[in-house]
């Protein structure tokens, strides 16, 4: 059987804009595979011609082993799409849109119950409320829940957790964990970098190019700079003194940390420390650190700018 | 006098309170991070806070005015930008530049030369003629940023500012905030980004209505045993 996402050299352009270009990877069966960008980069435009809502300029694509164009009705019936902007009805209740969704496929909520419910239990406190009243994160999971109720063979989610607060984040993740296990392909897009950690492999992307797709381990490992976390009671003047540093390479807050990579790697340190002494920061400390996804998102970022 | 004071400052919709007796003070020049979950009653503080929408009761003065009476001068006194609305994208950016001066009460002349001194200070002078559609999201937030703070606010307000940006424009966005309280704009922003969360100088996070934390990063993690804000996030949020 062919994977259920098989994506060829995709190119698509709006006006004079390259939305895309040299689109390729395959999301294979019970896979949970990551876009991973910022606005703009070009991930819903490649979620509306998987999802046979957009042509693409050139190249192919196939979902299970149906093609995109030729095809599109009959992969209109067999995947799940949650686009970007919240589009279900808002003046509906949480009941009737799932009702809804279910009618359109020819189904019952009842037939796949079974599938929906973890998620359903979750909002069902909530059945009589329209779905416009509802706060972001019940939204995504009644979303999510609608997206479910044909018992879809792929699951493409744009943006799903976009302006949805941590802890909901969290759940919507577990969610989609559980979901994968059941055999389900999954596209996810996302710009926060800390869920690309719990895919399986994840693809980034900018300027409608991929970047990198790998495991997300891999990408981590791919880092090859030493690169430091610093940290001092006066954060901003630190920034602005470390940027100010000849061999400073790059220089980003991280939370309760700056991140430093220098031009010559470990060499000048020292020559670093001599530089601060006289500034006199108080509480200063600098301690070699491992990087996470978004410093190598960062790093690849910048070198195809 | 604090920029920002409330006292037991509520909101009811019909039964339901969406913002229940939170009472906090925010200092001159701080950065004030406001957390919570989607739902906690974030969105209702801060609309009450700008001076958008009436309180039920409790007190609130923002840059000096009461909320209730002078809601006009708070408006006039205080920046405010948002990731979803900011500026006017089929107007060119030194149009949204004129327009936002003439609605914060400038002069002429006065725009002529705040649109001078924040073009040349973005680097944008050549891009004074484009659509602001026409330009890269991260130039759009900096734009932004600096028309809400153009009429020289005491304080600005940021609504999850960073919201689907990427992380070097992020943090670059931050270099701005950071600028800005260091020279004494106070700066009072929400994030669902907990890193973020570790750039200001106090943080509330906000559970139910109510506000359940309140201090600077690091004492927020030694109070809940955390890791990171992250942590105390989960911890405060989930364990209702």
Known sequence: MPAPIIVQDIHKKFGTVQALQNISFTVNE???????GPDGAGKSTLFRILTTLLLADKGQASVTGLDVVKDYKAIRRVVGYMPGRFSLYQDLTVA??????????????EANYELIEEIYVQIEPFKKRPAGKLSGGMKQKLAL??????KPAVLFLDEPTTGV???SRKEFWEMLQRLRKKGIAILVSTPYMDEAMLCDRVALIQNGELLNINPPQAIIRQFSKPLWAVRA??????IQDLRAFEDTDSCYAFGEHLHLTLKHGRERVDQLQAYLQPKQHEQFSMEPIEAGIEDCFMELMKSHR | MQPIVT??????FGDFTATNAITFEVKQGEIFGFLGANGAGKTTAMRMLCGLLRPTSGEARVAGYDVYTQADKVKRNIGYMSQRFSLYEDLKVKENIRFYGGIYGLGNEA??????QLLQKLEMEAEADLLVSALPLGWKQKLAFSVAILHDPSIVFLDEPTGGVDPITRRQFWDLIYEAASRGVTVFVTTHYMDEAEYCDRVSIMVDGRIQALDTPRQLKAQFGADSMDDVFLKLARGK
Not at chain 1, 103 to 108: E, P, Q, S
Not at chain 1, 145 to 150: T, Y
């Open chain 2, 111 to 116: 725009i002529r030369e705040k649109t001078r």
């Open chain 1, 96 to 109: 009737e849109n799932l009702h809804f969704f279910a009618t359109i496929f020819n189904t019952t909520v």
């Open chain 1, 30 to 36: 019970g896979e949970l595979f990551g876009l991973i």
């Open chain 1, 233 to 238: 009671k006066e954060m901003y003047r630190l």
């Open chain 1, 165 to 167: 607060d941590p802890v």
């Open chain 2, 7 to 12: 006292n037991a400052l509520t909101k009811k």
């Open chain 1, 145 to 150: 829940c609608c997206a479910l109720v044909h």
